[in-house]
């Protein structure tokens, strides 16, 4: 079985180092209005940018599970 | 190691051959499109998202390339996939606010937009860093090509009596002139429909190595048994080896190397200027990274992951030692019968050539706007029509080229030293994105990101990083997570941290004492000699930047004098720009978007919801650039005079590359018809009789 260096550590570095940048940038595009909540677009492409950090996220456990237990 | 030379057959080269003239020929087609040079570079603002997605496809995999995801695929198993699936975190950042910035303040250069946002010596230093960072992407792309070629050719040749030996360096530039002279004659139109057909053809040849490949194994459970479990990973080992590990790699790909992509690749960027509006670059942009790039990842690394699964069951078929950066053109040779193994090779190499024509492309236009017309202004108040100069710039970009091609060639030499291609664009991308990096995103983010903080990130944060080239230890070591320190090439990746977290420092440094630099120009130029005084502070820290590029004294002398450096830079930048934070960062920031929209439009903004609706043409004789509809159409539209238009061939598959953009005039009574110029058909390129679409931008 492969460490945990080899494993979840990266996992977690990943999405939390990279997850700083991601929320910083959402609190940023928030706070300067570049998106306006009013339109039905900008809507939509706030969940895009949502769902595409949980959609990696997803594709990378479900990655590691089928290495580790497949 | 295993070499290999003289692979495949006559039918393949003969394919190869065939595909090569095919999709020059279908490149050249559409060279007609270029009427000015904004046709030329940015492809006239027109596309549909799905045909700018698909043309970055084959720039995004060529650039990263099958040779060295193959090779990495091989050495490591799936985190190969990596670098092409942790790209999203800057999504965000880019489709809210780089991408609107670069569309409504119709820049045409990265460094255009340093001389808006800061100043034009900001500029002049952002265009050297810049076309650095672009002849060493070709330079990459080069060598990828040099080795995806040179195990097919036989050793040496003699031809009427002479012999020659291949030699990689002599294969690049004979790949260069062929590229060169592609490019020099295609323009963007060109660059961008011949890759949506190769993003195509790429897919599919990746994906039919994959399955030919688990066919030779003998299907997918027994390639899956045979790679042992860390193989089977999508994240590499977090510190550990030097060559290949997940940390350095984030640090270097994940974060320096995404927000390059993603903001200063102008290859990449002009393929956003070129899509018909901001919403449309964004379904190409979050299409691209979220399907595309993980199909992408599996395309170009699978080879190498075949190659390993077949090592393991048949060491003698492929052996453990063969050069990683042969194993995609092995195992494609060993998988395929003769005529696909040619296709295949065909398929990567014009993916490579098109990465390099985007950048040579993107390199040439970034001469255009960032030397040769402000050396032209400078150089000359000779007053041309507008026709003629587009001219004179049309044969200088072409020249351009050509020069840039040469210089590409020679930027081989150095990354020919690195163990495989992955290494050198890793440690290519570590050393040169990080000051432009953060100077784009800390101008782009933060308002109060000055002048000076500016220039100080592109000289004292590029001194700074020579100084971690000369000492990684300590100064690297620091942020190393732990990685080992590889003498030959030490923390390759892991560097792209210490290069950010310098240039970081020193730009954020400077913003934050910005009161305080004011008071001290506005006391020193109340003394008598402040024009000589500060002329011989210029020139002292040029001075010292030479003593650290050169590694002159002793780390602890170099760190003190990079710190007085730091504060010559700060003053001597204060005092010669006119730096003002109102009218510098005016629709240039994330701040300023909705003013941004506005300027782009040159009034206010329209943001009804409109309909799409069709129409036909009729001819108006007209100077003026107006499009004239029906009452009941603009009202459908939700237009009104003054409104921007885009006027479209209703052919879907044409993907906008017959069209225009225009503004609506005074309506008129005929509903279903447009009154438009003959300028308007010729840059639409609009077919008799053949029905348009239409709808207001803003």
């Given at each position: 079985?492969?460490?945990?260096?080899?494993?979840?550590?990266?996992?977690?570095?990943?999405?939390?180092?990279?997850?700083?940048?991601?929320?910083?940038?959402?609190?940023?595009?928030?706070?300067?209005?570049?998106?306006?909540?009013?339109?039905?677009?900008?809507?939509?492409?706030?969940?895009?940018?949502?769902?595409?950090?949980?959609?990696?996220?997803?594709?990378?456990?479900?990655?590691?599970?089928?290495?580790?237990?497949? | 190691?295993?070499?290999?030379?003289?692979?495949?057959?006559?039918?393949?080269w003969i394919?190869?051959?065939?595909?090569?003239?095919?999709?020059?020929?279908?490149?050249?087609?559409?060279?007609?499109?270029?009427?000015?040079?904004?046709?030329?570079?940015?492809?006239?603002?027109?596309?549909?998202?799905?045909?700018?997605?698909?043309?970055?496809?084959?720039?995004?995999?060529?650039?990263?390339?099958?040779?060295?995801?193959?090779?990495?695929?091989?050495?490591?198993?799936?985190?190969?996939?990596?670098?092409?699936?942790?790209?999203?975190?800057?999504?965000?950042?880019?489709?809210?606010?780089?991408?609107?910035?670069?569309i409504?303040t119709?820049?045409?250069?990265?460094?255009?937009?340093?001389?808006?946002?800061?100043?034009?010596?900001?500029?002049?230093?952002?265009?050297?860093?810049?076309?650095?960072?672009?002849?060493?992407?070709?330079?990459?792309?080069?060598?990828?090509?040099?080795?995806?070629?040179?195990?097919?050719?036989?050793?040496?040749?003699?031809?009427?009596?002479?012999?020659?030996?291949?030699?990689?360096?002599?294969?690049?530039?004979?790949?260069?002139?062929?590229?060169?002279?592609?490019?020099?004659?295609?323009?963007?139109?060109?660059?961008?429909?011949?890759?949506?057909?190769?993003?195509?053809?790429?897919?599919?040849?990746g994906?039919?190595?994959?399955?030919?490949?688990?066919?030779?194994?003998?299907?997918?459970?027994?390639?899956?048994?045979?790679?042992?479990?860390?193989?089977?990973?999508?994240?590499?080992?977090?510190?550990?080896?030097?060559?290949?590990?997940?940390?350095?790699?984030?640090?270097?790909?994940?974060?320096?190397?995404?927000?390059?992509?993603?903001?200063?690749?102008?290859?990449?960027?002009?393929?956003?200027?070129?899509?018909?509006?901001?919403?449309?670059?964004?379904?190409?942009?979050?299409?691209?990274?979220?399907?595309m790039?993980?199909?992408?990842?599996?395309?170009?690394?699978?080879?190498?992951?075949?190659?390993?699964?077949?090592?393991?069951?048949?060491?003698?078929?492929?052996?453990?030692?063969?050069?990683p950066?042969?194993?995609?053109?092995?195992v494609?040779?060993?998988?395929?019968?003769?005529?696909?193994?040619?296709?295949?090779?065909?398929?990567?190499?014009?993916?490579?050539?098109?990465?390099?024509d985007?950048?040579?492309?993107?390199?040439?236009?970034?001469?255009?706007?960032?030397?040769?017309?402000?050396?032209?202004?400078?150089?000359?108040?000779?007053?041309?029509?507008?026709?003629?100069?587009?001219?004179?710039?049309l044969?200088?970009?072409?020249?351009?080229?050509?020069?840039?091609?040469?210089?590409?060639?020679?930027?081989?030499?150095?990354?020919?030293?690195?163990?495989?291609?992955?290494?050198?664009h890793?440690?290519?991308?570590?050393?040169?994105t990080?000051?432009?990096?953060?100077?784009?995103?800390?101008?782009?983010?933060?308002?109060?990101?000055?002048?000076?903080?500016v220039?100080?990130?592109?000289?004292?944060?590029?001194a700074?990083?020579?100084?971690?080239?000369?000492?990684?230890?300590?100064?690297?070591?620091?942020?190393?997570?732990?990685?080992?320190?590889?003498?030959?090439?030490?923390?390759?990746?892991?560097?792209?941290?210490?290069?950010?977290?310098v240039?970081?420092?020193?730009?954020?440094?400077?913003?934050?004492?910005?009161?305080?630099q004011?008071?001290?120009?506005?006391?020193?130029?109340?003394?008598p000699?402040?024009?000589?005084?500060?002329?011989?502070?210029?020139?002292?820290?040029?001075?010292?930047?030479?003593?650290?590029?050169?590694?002159?004294?002793?780390?602890?002398?170099?760190?003190?004098?990079?710190?007085?450096?730091?504060?010559?830079?700060?003053?001597?930048?204060?005092?010669?720009?006119?730096?003002?934070?109102?009218?510098h960062?005016?629709?240039?920031?994330?701040?300023?978007?909705?003013?941004?929209?506005?300027?782009?439009k040159?009034?206010?903004?329209?943001?009804?919801?409109?309909e799409?609706?069709?129409?036909?043409?009729?001819?108006k004789?007209?100077?003026?650039?107006?499009?004239?509809?029906?009452?009941?159409?603009?009202?459908?539209?939700?237009?009104d005079?003054?409104?921007?238009?885009?006027?479209?061939?209703?052919?879907?598959?044409?993907?906008?590359l017959?069209?225009?953009?225009s503004?609506y005039?005074?309506?008129?009574?005929?509903?279903?018809?447009?009154?438009?110029?003959?300028?308007h058909?010729?840059?639409?390129?609009?077919?008799?009789?053949?029905?348009?679409?239409?709808?207001?931008?803003?």
């Open positions: 079985m492969p460490s945990f260096e080899n494993t979840w550590l990266p996992f977690i570095y990943l999405y939390g180092v990279g997850g700083i940048f991601f929320v910083s940038g959402l609190i940023i595009i928030k706070k300067s209005k570049a998106v306006n909540f009013e339109k039905k677009r900008h809507r939509y492409w706030w969940k895009i940018t949502y769902f595409g950090f949980f959609y990696y996220m997803a594709i990378h456990a479900l990655l590691i599970l089928a290495a580790l237990y497949l | 190691m295993n070499a290999h030379h003289s692979l495949g057959t006559s039918t393949d394919v190869m051959v065939v595909y090569f003239i095919a999709i020059m020929l279908f490149g050249s087609y559409f060279s007609k499109y270029n009427r000015t040079t904004t046709d030329f570079f940015f492809g006239g603002r027109r596309f549909k998202w799905w045909l700018i997605a698909m043309s970055i496809v084959a720039t995004g995999v060529g650039s990263h390339s099958f040779i060295k995801y193959s090779a990495k695929g091989f050495e490591a198993g799936f985190s190969s996939t990596m670098t092409y699936m942790n790209d999203w975190f800057f999504v965000p950042f880019f489709i809210f606010g780089w991408l609107p910035i670069i409504y119709k820049i045409r250069s990265i460094p255009e937009y340093f001389e808006k946002r800061f100043s034009p010596s900001t500029r002049f230093l952002a265009t050297l860093l810049l076309l650095l960072y672009m002849i060493g992407y070709v330079g990459i792309g080069f060598l990828t090509m040099g080795k995806a070629i040179l195990p097919l050719l036989p050793p040496e040749f003699t031809i009427l009596g002479m012999h020659f030996n291949i030699t990689l360096m002599g294969l690049v530039i004979v790949i260069a002139l062929i590229v060169g002279i592609y490019i020099t004659y295609g323009g963007q139109t060109a660059v961008i429909f011949t890759d949506l057909l190769q993003g195509f053809i790429l897919i599919f040849a994906m039919l190595v994959f399955f030919l490949g688990l066919d030779y194994i003998g299907g997918f459970g027994l390639f899956w048994n045979a790679l042992p479990t860390s193989w089977k990973l999508p994240l590499a080992n977090f510190n550990n080896p030097p060559g290949f590990n997940f940390v350095g790699i984030f640090w270097q790909d994940g974060i320096a190397g995404s927000v390059g992509f993603l903001f200063m690749n102008m290859g990449l960027i002009m393929r956003f200027m070129a899509t018909k509006s901001v919403d449309e670059g964004r379904k190409a942009a979050t299409f691209n990274i979220l399907f790039l993980p199909i992408s990842a599996i395309v170009v690394g699978n080879a190498g992951w075949i190659g390993k699964a077949i090592s393991v069951m048949h060491p003698d078929v492929i052996p453990p030692d063969t050069n950066d042969n194993i995609f053109v092995v494609a040779n060993i998988i395929s019968l003769p005529g696909v193994f040619g296709f295949v090779m065909a398929a990567l190499t014009a993916a490579l050539m098109s990465t390099v985007t950048l040579l492309n993107a390199t040439a236009a970034i001469y255009i706007n960032d030397v040769h017309r402000p050396a032209k202004k400078w150089l000359s108040k000779k007053i041309r029509s507008l026709k003629e100069e587009d001219k004179q710039e044969n200088a970009a072409r020249i351009a080229t050509v020069i840039f091609t040469v210089m590409g060639v020679l930027a081989v030499i150095p990354f020919e030293s690195f163990p495989t291609v992955y290494e050198a890793g440690y290519f991308h570590s050393t040169l990080p000051p432009l990096v953060v100077g784009i995103f800390l101008g782009v983010f933060w308002k109060k990101f000055t002048n000076a903080a220039i100080a990130t592109f000289v004292v944060g590029v700074l990083m020579i100084l971690g080239m000369y000492y990684p230890r300590p100064l690297i070591e620091v942020f190393a997570h732990g990685t080992d320190y590889d003498p030959q090439h030490p923390y390759t990746y892991i560097g792209a941290l210490y290069n950010l977290f240039c970081v420092l020193v730009g954020v440094l400077t913003t934050v004492t910005r009161k305080q004011k008071k001290l120009i506005d006391w020193i130029k109340t003394t000699n402040h024009k000589s005084l500060m002329s011989g502070l210029t020139f002292v820290s040029g001075g010292l930047f030479v003593i650290i590029l050169f590694n002159l004294a002793s780390l602890p002398v170099l760190l003190l004098l990079s710190a007085i450096m730091l504060v010559l830079v700060v003053l001597s930048s204060n005092y010669y720009s006119k730096y003002s934070e109102k009218t960062t005016e629709g240039l920031t994330v701040w300023g978007i909705a003013k941004a929209k506005e300027m782009f040159g009034r206010k903004v329209n943001d009804r919801d409109g799409i609706i069709k129409v036909n043409w009729k001819i004789e007209s100077d003026t650039d107006l499009m004239y509809f029906s009452k009941n159409d603009m009202a459908k539209m939700a237009a005079p003054g409104d921007l238009v885009y006027l479209c061939d209703a052919r879907r598959y044409l993907g906008g017959k069209s225009v953009h503004t005039g005074e309506p008129h009574d005929e509903d279903g018809i447009v009154y438009i110029t003959q300028e058909i010729d840059q639409g390129q609009f077919v008799k009789d053949k029905v348009l679409t239409a709808e207001k931008e803003m």
